[in-house]
């Protein structure tokens, strides 16, 4: 069966790096788009990036964009999100979902929770 | 890009109906997907506009799309049925998914 899970979460300094980790079971990566949300304590939901089928196009929220990699490794079926120069606004729960037609989003992972703090 | 309103929230009787609904900018032809996500968990899809309701979703969740609203219907609602539901829209034109701000259902 389909599943996502995500990991590489923590507590990190402002201004430090981090890599999230989304392994993909029961389907094969790179032939679906994938996204990263993140949801920030007490918050809603926040898109964050997205990147088609075998990493083609990727885009990012305003929020993150210039400070985000998305990539993917076939080889291991995971999706990843490194974040730089992070910041107090960066805290949040991370999930990577599956996105099928329509961009509707059908699997999600179970979160890693990333907080910045010093 | 869109913005994407919803009511902070809404509260039904059990075995009443809840509409909830969501608020766009034309939607612009897009598709117009829903999720719930209740405490400490994972949200998870309960209408696709594209494929209507994934395996396990029970019939008595519906979705409806008229000019510039979206909505969510819950029929004959139960207790498991409180979370918050989050509507979501992904816009094929700018490559960016675009969220509501959710909506917290409470089960009276």
């Known amino acids: 069966q389909v599943q996502l899970v995500e990991s590489g979460g923590g507590v990190v300094q402002p201004g430090r790096s981090l890599r999230l980790s989304c392994a993909a079971s029961?389907?094969?990566?790179?032939?679906?788009?994938m996204h990263w949300v993140r949801q920030a304590p007490g918050k809603g939901l926040e898109w964050v990036a997205f990147?088609?089928?075998?990493?083609?196009?990727?885009n990012s929220a305003d929020s993150v964009r210039g400070r985000i990699t998305i990539s993917r490794d076939s080889s291991k079926n995971t999706l990843y999100l490194q974040l730089n120069s992070l910041r107090s606004e960066d805290t949040a729960v991370y999930y990577c979902?599956?996105?099928?037609?329509?961009?509707?989003?059908?699997?999600w992972g179970q979160g890693t929770p990333v907080t910045v703090s010093s | 890009s869109y913005v994407l309103t919803q009511p902070p929230s809404v509260s039904v009787a059990p075995g009443k109906t809840a509409r909830i609904t969501c608020g766009g900018s034309?939607?612009?032809?897009?598709?117009v997907h829903w999720y719930q996500q209740k405490p400490g968990q994972a949200p998870v899809q309960v209408i696709s506009?594209?494929?209507d309701r994934p395996s396990g979703i029970p019939q008595r969740f519906s979705a409806s799309i008229f000019g510039n609203m979206a909505a969510l219907t819950i029929s004959s609602v139960e207790s498991g049925d409180e979370a918050d539901y989050y509507c979501h829209v992904w816009g094929s034109l700018f490559s960016q998914s675009f969220f509501g701000g959710g909506t917290k259902l409470t089960v009276l």
């Open positions: 990147t088609s089928p075998h990493g083609r196009n990727n």
């Open positions: 029961g389907f094969t990566l790179n032939l679906f788009a």
């Open positions: 979902a599956r996105s099928v037609e329509g961009g509707s989003l059908d699997y």
């Open positions: 506009s594209i494929t």
């Open positions: 034309g939607f612009g032809g897009e598709s």
